[in-house]
């Protein structure tokens, strides 16, 4: 049975840094692509990170480049994202995805999903 489970939300002010986990037991960790996703109140959800099984392979959402920097090791089956110089604007609910494909991880339609942590950034 897969579980993914996140970690690492929280309360901040802007311009502070927080870092989430992700970590997923049950399946090939290696051989799967992982993102990182949000959605706010009255927002639609929102890709904001991805990286496929290779870690040189990294995609962001332009709202989050250069502040945000998506990670994995594979020893520890485990995704990160390093939140740094946080805004208002990421307040939301953030959630952790994984499949096969890096192309459905980025498009939303990935296999697996955990359930979100809230980070919340006051200004």
């Known amino acids: 049975q897969v579980q993914v489970v996140v970690s690492g939300g929280g309360s901040m002010e802007a311009g502070g840094s927080l870092r989430l986990s992700c970590k997923i037991s049950g399946l090939r960790f290696g051989d799967y692509a992982v993102g990182w996703f949000r959605r706010a109140p009255g927002k639609e959800r929102e890709g904001v990170s991805a990286i496929n099984w290779g870690p040189a392979n990294t995609h962001y959402a332009d709202s989050v480049k250069g502040r945000?920097?998506?990670?994995?090791?594979?020893?520890k089956n485990t995704v990160y994202m390093q939140m740094n110089s946080l805004k208002s604007d990421d307040t939301a609910m953030y959630y952790c995805a994984a499949d096969r494909?890096?192309?459905n991880v980025?498009?939303?339609r990935a296999s697996y999903w955990g359930q979100g942590t809230q980070v919340t950034v006051s200004s």
């Open 101 to 103: 494909l890096m192309t």
């Open 106 to 108: 980025r498009r939303g």
């Open 68 to 75: 945000f920097t998506i990670s994995r090791d594979n020893a």
